[in-house]
């Protein structure tokens, strides 16, 4: 493995957790490079299980080096309470293996209250986010009003750049908001402790991984969210903050756009998404529910029930193309086990046209209707299958069908949570 990026391409969830933490075996370093805290990895590893929330899913291995890099939106509240769950469950953590960059943006309470205030100002156009303070954090940063994880290093310098930026935040929580406002003191000696006690973490993690990229190391580059919420490409005003597939690796992990050799796309065999926002083949039906239940789709960050419905070959087509996939994984096959028929969207109708390309425009995106093709269900229990050739034959053909309406080689397929249930091909 040379540099590789793997990341999501649908709207999240797409079980990114366990390929990671599976291809991070051949990695030294294990990279995040955006979103923060709103995103969770799930991984289950000789029955455990782990939801990872900021650190990279390469810290459930011994002797590989995890970043938080740049563009990541740091709560250090959360990164020290998942360093301490991970240390209660005897996962080796320290300030070697785990690496924070010291220009990551910093998450304040303010921005968590922000996040969640402005929802419900937003009424019908609400996000729905996960109200983990990411959206404001990023605002700040583009606003050049934010503190980096550095300035949290310094206590008098922290406390006269957080002290302009709360009383500005303060007035808006209680005189736009009409809420409490937070104590400034209190606010300032928390993070100014804060800081001292994530500072053995901190590095300049963009030099590192730019020196293991020149001393032949493997890193591997694990994308959070998924393409289609990403805040340029996806399906904008409904998005995060940050840029979601291989594209944002460069600006968030300092690393050079010709370094990233490889691209892997994951994507499951149906589609989910949580939070509002357009979604072409959503079910709301009982088919859509009987995708929730049996594949347990409730949010692994914020518990809400996921949106289901069939797998859409246009978003995926499009998120792969993004970011310049070799190829990508096809996870919770095992999923679609006792359907009768499958669908799956291979183009859309806008306005009476078909296209086969994701639409540009927002406004199009409220109109498209999916055109289907439907498959043959299977009704075998397949996930003790390891091998292609033991796939029962409509299962096969379904997966040879996705494979040329998306256009790029499925190089593993997933059929249940644990590390071992993965059918490689080629991967
Ligand atoms: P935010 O990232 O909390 O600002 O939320 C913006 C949108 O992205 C909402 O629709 C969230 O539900 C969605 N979102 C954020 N993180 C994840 C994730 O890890 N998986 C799936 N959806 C996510």
């Known amino acids: 493995m040379p540099s590789i990026s793997v990341f999501g391409a649908q709207w999240g969830d797409e079980g990114k957790g366990k390929l990671i933490d599976l291809l991070s075996r051949d990695a030294d370093y294990v990279v995040r490079y955006q979103g923060g805290a709103n995103a969770g990895h799930t991984v289950v590893v000789e029955g455990e ?47 070697q293996n785990l690496r924070v960059s010291a220009n990551a943006h910093v998450i304040f309470e303010h921005h968590r209250r922000l996040d969640q205030l402005s929802e419900r100002w937003r009424g019908q156009g609400r996000i729905g986010t996960t109200g983990r303070g990411i959206g404001p954090c990023y605002a700040d940063k583009a606003a050049r009003t934010g503190l980096r994880v550095c300035d ?43 800081g001292q006690r994530i500072a053995p973490f901190v590095a300049d993690t963009g030099a590192e991984v730019r020196a293991a990229y020149r001393a032949k190391k493997r890193i591997l580059f694990e994308g959070a969210q998924g393409a289609m919420l ?48 357009p979604f072409p083949t959503e079910l709301h039906d009982e088919v859509g529910a009987r995708i929730r239940e049996q594949g347990h789709e409730y949010g692994s960050t914020t518990g ?14 499009f998120a792969l193309e993004l970011s310049g996939a070799d190829g990508w994984i096809v996870t919770n096959l095992d999923v679609l086990s006792g359907f009768k028929e499958i669908s799956a969207a291979v183009a859309y109708k806008i306005k009476g046209r078909s296209v086969r390309d994701w639409p540009a425009a927002t406004a199009d995106i409220g109109e498209i209707e999916p055109v289907w093709a439907q498959h043959p269900g299977w009704s075998e229990d397949i996930t003790g299958v390891r091998r292609f050739e033991d796939l029962p034959q409509n299962a096969r053909n379904y997966v040879e069908w996705l494979e040329r309406e998306v256009g790029a080689p499925i190089v593993m397929l997933s059929v249940g949570p644990a590390r071992d249930q993965v059918i490689s091909r080629g991967l």
């Open 304 to 317: 809400r029930p996921r949106r289901c419905g069939w797998f859409d070959a246009v978003a995926v087509r």
């Open 230 to 277: 990403d805040i340029d490409a996806g399906t904008y005003p409904f998005v995060t903050s940050s840029n979601t597939g291989a594209t944002g690796i460069s600006a968030g992990a300092a690393f050079p756009p010709r370094w990233i050799e490889r691209a892997i796309g994951i994507a499951k065999a149906y589609t989910t998404r949580v939070g509002e926002g």
């Open 49 to 95: 299980k782990y939801i990872l929330h900021l650190i990279p899913s390469g810290i459930l291995h011994p002797s590989k080096v995890n970043i938080i890099g740049n563009g990541v939106a740091l709560d250090p509240f959360k990164f020290l309470d998942e360093v301490a769950g991970l240390t209660q469950r005897g996962i080796h953590v320290d300030g």
């Open 152 to 194: 949290l290093l310094e206590p008098d310098h922290c406390r006269t750049r957080l002290g302009a930026a709360l009383a500005e935040k303060n007035a808006m929580i209680e005189q736009v908001h009409g809420a409490e406002p937070l104590d400034l003191d209190a606010e300032l000696d928390r993070y100014v402790a804060v």
